[in-house]
């Protein structure tokens, strides 16, 4: 074990993983909250009535109270949207960087060592927003985000680090809480090449709850059409029916309970009613069939019949859902395998990729990897239609589903000699069909070149750009004029270069800082430094300086989350107080 290890995280919807490469193989770390040590960490931050920081399994009792609790975090990256939490609002990537820290934290209790660096997994049709944010929560949360790698891409190294003489094509079904990745890949001689990736990030096992949740609402209100049930009894509903949906996979048939659920003339009632596998499939149809459609639309975008493909992996929760796997039989025309763990498959790419990054997975093993692009980018331009100048349209400079690394130049022009000032925008195209920017999604990133003076010749300036996209996902356009020598660059990455600029990030920082002393680590530690703002006005000036220091190094510790550094600095604030409480 090295001093500093780079870990692995797979942070989802529903739960989030943690691993290292250890002894030549992914090591999934175990939480010490959760029963049984179990290394799935739920997705989950809440606040209790004191104040109180809570995340993973120790948030179950609060989560669904209102303005408590949140779920799904994953889902609301990159989307602006603010989460009640404990009385103020919170960005996704700031409640996600409590779950990081948990991880962190736990990380470095199992591993004794202090942790800076990370490969952290995101779906595949996560476009640069929800992958800036995630890099950003990484961030908040302390740590350097060293790769991104897809997930699909991250179970099939799983796969790969212990069949590296398996070769032919693969499909790789990542069904988790929140999102739906289909990944075809071939295999040959040690090198994983992925081939096509094409997915829903709307669509998740969460989904099937809810949709037997409004089953079971239905029912109710058909029984009880006057009741009245609180919108913390709905949130306790959806956890009902989370476990009946787990029941289901084993049972044909499962009652679901759930305690007074609604209030009828003033006397509490009961939800409970018994929910057959068959009324559970009958509910999710019209997700099973977006679902199905993903897979379709993966095989078509690889070009390739399911007759060819040679085995399918199932990963991520919502795969044990009987009908999935039925779905996944039909269209493939085999049974999928069960050769990966679909809990931790993910979780334990990430380590190996950590590991690839780091050169310590031996020569002899021959693991390769190449990946591609899972959506489209182009630029907004000025053309033709018919006889008619049209404005806004898309022009692309990198298809969905390229593989990387991926280089271009396009030559474009002004539209007239006078034209000062010229500004290309990129935008993104998940489905590889968009003709106007209003077809796509806006990045948020431009590059502008101003002050462009009059052509002399009286024909429009040209302008040349330079785009390029490489296997770290390192995004770069150049966009010059030959005539006048004026250029400019943008740079992005999908390891999120261009994120919060640093007053942001200092604001969300202390936000998040602010939040995580208010956890039981943080809370461990209030006394002693109570104790030490109580001594420090009868000191002499040059204890006090040390006393200072020395709460300073522990409150900065605490801020960290990482355990040693707080027990450390813990101990020597305990030992300068004890120097003063001496004879």
């Known amino acids: 074990m090295s001093k500093h290890p780079c870990i692995g995280i797979d942070l989802g919807t529903a739960t989030s993983e943690i691993a290292v490469w250890q002894d030549g193989a ?150 988790g809480g929140g999102t739906l990745d289909v990944t075809v890949l071939e295999m040959m001689e040690g090198i994983l090449e992925v081939k096509a990736s094409y997915g829903d990030a709307q669509l998740g096992g969460k989904d099937f709850d809810q949709a037997l949740a409004d089953l079971l609402e239905q029912r109710f209100r058909l029984a009880h059409p006057q009741a009245q049930a609180s919108e913390r009894a709905r949130a306790e509903l959806r956890s009902v029916a989370e476990s009946v949906k787990t029941q289901l996979s084993r049972h044909a048939a499962v009652q679901a309970f759930c305690p007074n659920y609604a209030v009828e003339a003033g006397r509490p009632l009961d939800l409970e009613f018994e929910v057959t596998r068959g009324e559970f499939e009958e509910a999710i149809r019209p997700l099973l069939g977006r679902a199905r459609r993903c897979l379709q639309v993966s095989l078509e975008k690889a070009k390739i019949q399911p007759c060819s493909v040679g085995r399918v992996l199932l990963v991520g929760g919502s795969t044990y859902v009987p009908a999935v796997r039925a779905l996944v039989a039909e269209v493939m025309g085999q049974e999928p395998r069960r050769e990966v763990d679909p809990d931790l ?107 462009i003076p009059v052509s002399e010749t009286g024909i429009p300036h040209p302008l040349e750009v330079d785009f390029s996209y490489d296997l770290n996902g390192l995004i770069q356009l150049r966009a010059r004029i030959p005539t006048t020598g004026q250029e400019v660059a943008l740079m992005t990455s999908r390891d999120g270069a261009r994120s919060l600029d640093p007053a942001a990030f200092a604001e969300a920082k202390a936000k998040v800082d602010d939040l995580w002393s208010r956890s039981p680590l943080a809370r461990r530690y209030e006394g002693l430094i109570r104790k030490a703002e109580r001594v420090v006005p009868e000191l002499r000036p040059d204890e006090r300086k040390k006393i200072h220091q020395a709460k300073a190094a522990l409150q900065e510790a605490l801020a960290s989350g990482d355990e040693s550094s707080v027990e450390k600095a813990a101990d020597r604030l305990t030992d300068l107080l004890f120097d003063l409480d001496g004879p």
């Open 345 to 451: 498959a993910v979780a334990q790419g990430t380590a190996i990729e950590a590991a690839l990054v780091a050169g310590k997975i031996p020569s002899d093993q021959g693991l390769i990897k190449t990946d591609v692009t899972s959506f489209g980018l182009g630029v907004n331009v000025v053309g033709f239609v018919g006889r008619h100048l049209v404005g806004d349209l898309y022009d692309a400079l990198i298809h969905p589903n390229t593989t990387l690394p991926y280089q271009v130049s396009k030559s474009y022009s002004l539209l007239h000699a006078e034209q000062n000032q010229v500004q290309l925008c990129l935008y993104q195209d998940h489905e590889g069909t968009a003709k106007r920017v209003t077809d796509a999604l806006a990045t948020g990133l431009s590059a502008k070149i101003e002050d």
């Open 26 to 175: 992914p090591l999934v770390l175990p939480d010490p909250d959760s029963p049984g040590r179990s290394p799935v960490v739920p997705s989950i931050v809440a606040v209790d009535r004191s104040g109180r920081l809570l995340v993973g399994e120790s948030a179950r009792a609060y989560v669904d109270l209102p303005g408590s609790g949140a779920r799904q975090v994953k889902r609301k990256m990159g989307r602006g949207e603010l989460i009640p939490l404990g009385g103020r609002t919170y960005r996704p990537e700031e409640v996600s960087a409590q779950i990081l820290r948990l991880l962190k934290s736990n990380a470095e209790q199992a591993l004794g060592v202090t942790i800076h660096k990370a490969v952290l997994s995101v779906p595949a049709n996560f476009g640069e927003a929800e992958r800036k944010a995630t890099y950003d929560a990484a961030r908040l949360a302390g740590l350097e985000v060293v790769r991104m790698i897809n997930e699909p891409t991250a179970a099939a190294l799983a796969f790969g680090v212990r069949n590296s003489q398996a070769e032919g094509q693969v499909v790789v079904f990542d069904f």
